[in-house]
């Protein structure tokens, strides 16, 4: 039997309806806003919006160049106070001070010299035993009978200003680059001097609250070990002061023109655990020997004429007769 009623597939469900097919009508409620004249709030882009948000971000991005920039240059700044040397002494900042805490050093009438030879490198070897050290900025008197030796201590601008922390009497000395130089020579109020390897303020911090003095220098040698690379080139006669394991100081001078590494392997090989670079060879050939005898050669005694009416540059670093 044929009926008039049509068949209209809705969702795969069969209906029998004379109606015809409703079509769904969705429709999307427009919230006006009566106080803009755009239509929809949410799509709002005007040319003053999109200028406030290119406005901010150059702001943020300014902000954040700035701080990277303040950040760069407090590092730089502070760069070595950040640094760790590549070699550490074999005495450590703490025992340094308990040996400058110390009683002055026995009594010595001159210095004893030792001269050898390892590796092609000839040197002097005076030995610093006895004696009160100290740095002092006029040229000393030769014909004092407590001197015994003196020499360069610390590298210094043609301003004037010094290389390296340097001190005396507890007074800091103008520097542009204070911890440059890792290696330090620390003396106490009482002349005891010690030698060591730190970029820290510990020992100088105790060198500035008791009057002492204090300077640093390049690493020739720490805990027997060469650094990886030095800072000074070509051949010129080098100078170092010197610890052996015992603790003795030795002041070591190149009888010939030397590279820095060729002399500081020769004071490995020969035995010492730490030294540190003392500028200028042997500027100064001054020295007394245990017997009271001086030795001076011509060229110190210009020198010392030189500065008899003006201080040199930087302090000198002086060894006396304790007593």
């Not at 050093?105 to 390892?118: C, E, K, Q, R, V």
Request: proline content about 5%.
């Amino acid at each position: 039997m044929q009926t008039d009623r049509n068949i209209i597939d809705v969702d795969d469900d069969i209906r029998e309806d004379n109606r015809p097919q409703e079509v769904p009508v969705i429709t999307i409620e427009e919230t006006q806003d009566n106080s803009s004249p755009y239509p929809f709030k949410s799509q709002i882009f005007t040319r003053k919006n999109v200028k406030g948000r290119k406005k901010r971000r150059y702001i943020s991005g300014a902000v954040v160049v700035l701080c990277l920039s303040i950040a760069g240059l407090l590092l730089w700044q502070n760069r070595f106070y950040l640094m760790t040397p590549e070699v550490s002494s074999s005495v450590s900042d703490n025992k340094n001070i308990e040996i400058l805490k110390s009683t002055a050093p026995a009594s010595s009438s001159g210095t004893t010299i030792t001269s050898d030879s390892l590796l092609g490198v000839a040197f002097d070897m005076y030995s610093l035993s006895g004696l009160k050290a100290s740095l002092e900025r006029e040229m000393p008197d030769t014909t004092d009978s407590s001197l015994v030796l003196f020499m360069r201590s610390a590298d210094y601008h043609p301003d004037g200003s010094m290389l390296g922390t340097v001190m005396l009497d507890g007074e800091e000395f103008p520097s542009k680059e204070r911890k440059s130089r890792p290696a330090y020579m620390a003396i106490s109020k009482a002349g005891v001097p010690t030698i060591g390897i730190s970029l820290t303020d510990k020992v100088s911090d105790f060198i500035k609250n008791n009057k002492g003095d204090f300077f640093r220098q390049y690493v020739l040698l720490g805990d027997g070990e060469l650094p990886s690379s030095f800072a000074l080139h070509g051949k010129v006669e080098r100078a170092a002061i010197g610890r052996m394991a015992d603790g003795q100081l030795f002041y070591i001078v190149s009888r010939h023109k030397e590279t820095m590494y060729d002399f500081a392997d020769a004071l490995r090989e020969y035995g010492f655990t730490d030294a540190i670079y003392i500028t200028g060879g042997n500027g100064y050939s001054f020295y007394r020997t245990t017997d009271g005898e001086t030795h001076i050669n011509a060229e110190t005694k210009e020198k010392i004429r030189k500065y008899s009416k003006a201080s040199p540059p930087a302090p000198l670093l002086i060894f006396r007769r304790a007593d």
